[in-house]
């Protein structure tokens, strides 16, 4: 690894996410700092499908479990990070972020807390086709069961164009999430193929919109055995201009943190790209960008 590259992890869940293990903001820092990454960017799940709101809708605060809806995780959130910032900084870089998982009507409700509180970066992700969560393995031995990858294209694709359209986030999660399980329940031999015809106009308005992509190592630890997305993707994003590249590990766990994030970055480095960081929401500035992508 060369000097000029530094390692940072954009996609970690602490312990408000229910999925994630009860660890708090420090100990992720204080991980961080073991591993040598320069720069770690929580993202804690904010899900809005009224749908799922039995199953989703839940954060783990101040050690109970607690509706998601009550916002008030989110001051707790904050005034974590701002304790970790005390202690860590210069040393480590912290950002806050969080992870929505985009649903189609939701748009406001989002916005309302997006722009309620001082995110650094907001991840938007694809979590559920027709309520039903396809970053489910169980649930999605069961929604994939009988259809065809271009039924499952059709309904990811349009989802993820009207989440790209909403201009609410900063930089697009996972965007093969179909692959995690498609590779183990749907046509293996198409899936690769299965964003031809959808993704190229999806790309292009990101690049216009200077929307970034996200380079999630967490099908590295799955039955996938490859990035998301894949490189035959990230290839049509750099051909439709996109210029934005975050890496993540998408950690649940402090063992995960940092898990990949060296195979993310040979990736980039293929394409000459190195992972771009975000304050305030917006892309730090980076060498090598000519042309500055400047939010508008
Ligand atoms: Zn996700
Ligand atoms: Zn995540």
New binding site residues.
């Given amino acids: 690894m060369s000097d000029t590259i530094k390692l940072v992890d954009y ?1 970690v869940h602490p312990g408000y996410s229910i999925d994630a293990a009860p660890v708090g903001i420090d100990e992720y820092c204080v991980r961080a700092m073991q591993i040598g990454l320069a720069e770690i960017c929580f993202t804690p ?1 904010l899900e809005v499908d009224e749908a799922r709101k039995h199953l989703d809708w839940f954060v783990r605060c101040n050690g109970r479990v607690m509706p998601m809806e009550d916002l008030q995780w989110l001051d707790f959130y904050f005034q974590e990070i701002n304790m970790a910032r005390e202690k860590f900084s210069p040393r480590l870089v912290i950002k806050a972020g969080i ?1 929505v ?1 985009y649903e189609p009507g939701r748009e406001m409700y989002i916005e309302k807390i997006l722009t309620g509180f001082p995110f650094d970066f907001v ?1 938007g ?1 694809i ?1 559920c086709l027709n309520h039903v969560a396809i ?1 489910s393995k169980k649930e999605c031995a069961v929604h994939f069961a009988g259809k065809t990858c271009a039924e499952v294209a059709q309904d990811y694709f349009t989802s993820l164009e009207a989440a790209v359209k909403s201009r609410l986030f900063d930089c697009m ?2 965007i093969d ?1 179909y692959r995690r399980y498609g590779t183990v329940y749907l046509d293996r031999n198409n899936i690769e193929e299965m964003h031809r015809g959808y993704i190229e106009k999806i790309f292009k308005y990101m690049a216009r919109h200077h929307i970034g992509l996200e380079i ?1 190592t ?1 099908g590295l630890r799955r039955e996938l055995g490859d990035l998301h997305p894949s490189k035959a993707i990230v290839q049509t994003a750099l051909q439709q201009g996109v210029q934005i590249f975050t890496t993540g590990s ?1 950690a649940h766990s402090l063992s995960e943190i940092g898990q990949g994030l060296q195979a993310a970055e040979r990736l980039l480095k293929q394409f000459d790209l190195q992972a771009a960081t975000f304050t305030g929401r917006k892309p730090d500035p980076q060498k090598g960008w000519t042309n500055l992508p400047t939010l508008p």
Avoid: R
């Fill in positions: 996609h799940h992870e998982g991840l992700s979590h970053s999660a996972h999430l999630n967490s998408d």
